[in-house]
């Protein structure tokens, strides 16, 4: 009894382990088109036999062999696992298989896993066509369109396009994979899909490492009439108006250029909205700091009406310097409306009556100016217009001797008059393109959603500088109220 259990146990560990050989060995039979696991095991010049675990071996051919990299040859060695690609099942002692296409197939695979991660990756330029650039990925080769290239705009003509993509053979550019066809072998890149990518995520790290109070340098991006944007590498920022200098500004062209690069001040960084505030007059040196040092109560000064309101005017003295002209210190008669009797962009003398440079507060005054220094100022000021004006027109005549005196001598009147010779000259077309209208597409550039509510800041900005503009009229009120 005890010999028959013995049997079969026997029995069963042998059954067992003739399973475990089974499983070792895949016996279904093999389709074309299918990837199997194989084991090298023979290298010749005719080509290398693997073990796939079937009845049949697989071989290899030279030709699939010589479509591999020097360096993947080189490195294949016997017992090494590698995939390869069922090609034919005709054969009766072997299969036909392939390496390179096995190899073709993971690519295939890496492109899908890439197309389905959004993962953005860095190939090479290595040719061109009409519709756009090539560039290899792994064993295939990607298309980029043209519509796809950043560095080709809409309205280049198609020979500045083939001319372009030409110039970027050997460039290594980002993209991002957006269609795969295995079927119709077809893999399309995208170089602008993978250039947002690419700066949503170097905003979002820009935005990390930003701080307020740090000083960056950036390059103007673009501007509207509340402010600059500026570019500070990956995220944008915006300057407004009233931080792009201490003097009032009307557009940001009058004080920096498009593409300019300068640096600039943090205000403030709002992570969670994604914006950027910055100040460019921070990192000037402020006018105010110099007023006690330049002025004084009782001084006359010129002064350029900038703004005029009810309770009186605004006057720029420097450009950051603006002082008050109460309607109290206009006439000696207070119940004048300042609209009747200033315009703006008017200059006038004008008599300092209180300095608080800490709060930037001027005081001036017009009725304290005596009429004959009013009529001293006067008299210069059109003394030196004159004298302006007498330079220009000598400057202006020694311009034009030469021109009347080079022809006289080397043709006669009569056939090259001087006025005619010189008239094509004095109507060459000189402002064909003003400056405002080279501006104007610059200024219509495409802005975030952020300018609706920086617009309502600028708004904001400027109703606070209206409740100062009263703090001040208090202020000279009570300081001038005994003069009057």
Known sequence: MAKEESQVTTDVDFAQEMASLLDQHDYESPKVGDIRNAIIVSMSQQGIIVDLGLKRDGIIQPADL??????????????DEIPVYILSTDE???????LHMARMNEDWIQAQELLDSGEVIEVEISGHNRGGALAPFGRLRGFIPASHLTFLN???SDQDRQRRMAKAHGEKIPVKVIEVDRRRRRLVLSHREAERVWQDRRRRELMETLQEGDVVTGRVSGWRDFGAFVDLGGADGLIHVSELAWHRVEHPREVVNMHEELDVYILKVDRERERISLSRK??????????????????L????IIRIVDYGAFVEVEPG???????????GSGTVSPHDILEEGETHLLRIISINADRQRMGLSLKAVTATEQIEWMTQREQATAEAAESESAEAEGDEAPVDEAPVDEAPVDEAPVDEAEEPVAEEPVDEAPVDEDEEPVAEEPVSEIESEDAAAGEEAAQDGSNQEETVTESVESETEPAA
């Open 66 to 79: 010589e479509k591999l990299e020097p360096e993947e040859r080189e490195s294949l060695a016997i017992d």
């Open 92 to 98: 009766q002692d072997s299969l036909l298989v392939s």
């Open 154 to 156: 809409p309205g280049m």
């Open 282 to 299: 921070k990192l000037l040196p402020n006018p105010w700091s110099l007023v006690d040092d330049k002025y004084d109560v009782g001084q």
């Open 301 to 304: 000064v010129e002064g350029t």
């Open 321 to 331: 310097v603006e002082g008050l002209l109460h309607t109290s210190q206009i006439t």
